[in-house]
Nanobody, 126 residues
Framework: QVQPVESGGGLVQPGGSLRLSCAVS????????IGWFRQTPGQEREGVAC????????YYADSVLGRFTISRDNAKNTAYLQMSNLLPDDRAVYSC???????????????????WGQGTQVNISS
């Protein structure tokens, strides 16, 4: 069974950093695209960052470009989202998603993902 599991959320002050992890089981991460998405109550899900299958191309939302970095360690079957210089607007539930053989900019589209984690809460407060 394919199952991503997120961890690393929590409370951080504005300007702080967090690293979210997405551990996957049931498949080989190297063949999958990974997307990070976030959502706040009453708002639509927003794509934050993604890394496409095989060519390792990375895409970022304009709102996080330069502050967030997506990466993965295929040997550990784990993907990461390093978040720096966090802003109050970054507060959300962050979820990772996986899908096999998703190439290029299509990894930014949530509708293409079949496998989702349960999400991890990120709170920004001074």
């Amino acid at each position: 069974q394919v199952q991503p599991v997120e961890s690393g959320g929590g409370l951080v002050q504005p300007g702080g950093s967090l690293r979210l992890s997405c551990a996957v089981s049931g498949f080989t991460l190297a063949n999958y695209a990974i997307g990070w998405f976030r959502q706040t109550p009453g708002q639509e899900r927003e794509g934050v960052a993604c890394i496409s299958s095989s060519d390792e191309t990375r895409y970022y939302a304009d709102s996080v470009l330069g502050r967030f970095t997506i990466s993965r360690d295929n040997a550990k079957n784990t993907a990461y989202l390093q978040m720096s210089n966090l802003l109050p607007d970054d507060r959300a539930v962050y979820s990772c998603a996986a899908h096999p053989y998703l190439f290029g900019s299509t990894c930014q589209r949530s509708e293409y993902y079949d496998y989702w984690g349960q999400g991890t809460q990120v709170n920004i407060s001074s």
